[in-house]
């Protein structure tokens, strides 16, 4: 059976690079809407925390976005054991 270490980290989301405040407004099919601030940054950050998990072998599980924080949750494969 295959067995799972599991990280879970937070990341601050960089200020936009852009002075101009900016809103998204996104709604989905059952009408819940939902605004939040549009990544005027850009998503090289993002980009740069994906490809370094991954290079350490992390999968992420899943993310959640709450005040300008990313929380990640990660896993990757434990490794075998040997038996002496």
Same mark, same amino acid.
């Given at each position: 059976? @295959?067995? !799972?270490?599991y990280?879970i980290?937070?990341? *601050?989301i960089?200020?936009?690079?852009i002075?101009?405040q900016s809103?998204? @407004?996104? =709604?989905d $099919? %059952?009408g $819940? =809407?939902?605004?939040?601030?549009? /990544? /005027?940054?850009?998503? *090289?950050? /993002? *980009?740069? #925390?994906f490809? *370094?998990?991954?290079? %350490?072998?992390?999968? #992420?599980?899943?993310?959640?976005?709450h005040?300008r924080?990313?929380? =990640? @949750? !990660?896993k990757k494969?434990? $490794?075998?054991?040997?038996?002496v």
């Open positions: 059976m @295959i067995q !799972w270490d990280q980290t937070l990341h *601050e960089p200020e936009p690079k002075e101009k809103h998204t @407004i996104e =709604c $099919q %059952n $819940q =809407c939902f605004v939040h601030d549009a /990544l /005027l940054g850009g998503l *090289e950050w /993002l *980009e740069d #925390l490809r *370094e998990k991954g290079r %350490n072998g992390w999968e #992420l599980v899943q993310s959640g976005y005040h924080e990313l929380l =990640c @949750i !990660w494969k434990k $490794q075998a054991r040997t038996k």
